[in-house]
């Protein structure tokens, strides 16, 4: 038994370079030139299959005029639009950075354009799933905690399927991020917090947050003060968690749009309830 896999893109662009070359078994005589762009939408077009890609190129060699394989010829061939852009070029940074600023954009129509024009011109699916991930939690965030999921099962999908079954999967989460309630509190909040980190102060770690495997780190004061949350009516303990000096920074600051608001008004609460523990008797206790 001989398991046979699909040939690569890359694999069949070499073929059909060679069989441009090859004077006894191609098309040497022809001497015709033929673009890399060119030769590698055939390639995608082939869907793995040296064969159907012989075809095609031996069908627009004979409808190309002169030494070169023309565009037009391709087309005819595949009976298909060829969309040129090269995927490690400037044209493939201008195309994901249209779709990433119309999803930022809540511009559902532009996105789904963007991505499938992308998808056309030979893009691995599973680059915009990524991109995809990525813009969830970067410029979504938590207004919409099902934006990453979407974004993720999206991935799977184009993962398992392939094309052209997993394009819908990649259309769905596109547009569901494109109409989800946006936010840049989570990147912000990483990109302050990063900051801190890198100011290379490292204060310890409070006391009471320690961990005390040992009967001489307990000795030492490990853990001394820890108060676990859940047995408190509020589920919220009297303590600070940060080291000494960052109490009162903020890194996360949910925008208030879609869940973020619940988030926000749940953070207020909270702080009103450390101040007023704060402003008690110290003996008050938790309550």
């Known amino acids: 038994v001989y398991m046979l896999r699909a040939l690569t893109p890359e694999e069949i662009a070499v073929l059909l370079r ?7 078994h191609g098309l040497g005589d022809l001497a ?20 159907a890609a012989y ?19 391709v087309e005819d061939a595949m009976q298909r639009k060829v969309l040129l852009y090269d995927k490690s070029g400037e044209e493939h940074y201008n195309l994901i950075s249209a779709l990433h600023k119309s999803l930022r954009n809540s511009d559902p129509q532009a996105a789904a354009y963007w991505l499938v024009r992308m998808l056309e011109g030979g ?19 938590l207004a ?10 999206a991935r799977d999908a184009v993962h398992f399927l392939g094309l052209p079954e997993g394009r819908l999967a990649l259309l769905q989460a596109t547009v569901y991020l494109a109409l989800a309630p946006k936010s840049n509190a989570l990147y912000r909040a990483g990109a302050l917090a990063e900051a801190e980190v890198k100011r290379g102060a490292s204060p310890p770690v409070p006391m009471h ?15 001394d003060g820890y108060v676990y949350a859940h047995d408190t009516r509020e589920g919220i303990a009297r303590m600070d968690c940060l080291p000494a000096g960052l109490g009162a920074t903020v890194f996360y600051d949910p925008r208030g749009r879609g869940f973020e608001q619940e988030l926000k008004d749940r953070m207020e609460k909270i702080r009103r309830w450390h101040q007023r523990r704060r402003e008690a008797p110290a003996d008050g206790g938790d309550e």
């Open 18 to 24: 060679r069989a441009l070359r090859d004077r006894e």
């Open 32 to 51: 015709l030139e033929a673009s890399d762009e060119l030769l590698e939408q055939i390639a995608i077009y082939a869907g793995g299959d040296a064969r």
């Open 55 to 73: 075809n095609i190129l031996d069908l627009a060699a004979a409808a190309s005029d002169g030494h070169e394989l023309s565009r037009q010829a």
């Open 123 to 141: 893009e691995d699916p599973l680059y915009l799933a990524r991109r995809l991930v990525r813009f969830a939690s970067e410029d979504v965030g």
């Open 144 to 153: 919409d905690p099902q934006a990453l999921p979407q974004a993720l099962a």
């Open 209 to 223: 947050l320690r961990n005390a495997p040992t009967r001489l780190m307990k000795d030492l004061g490990a853990g």
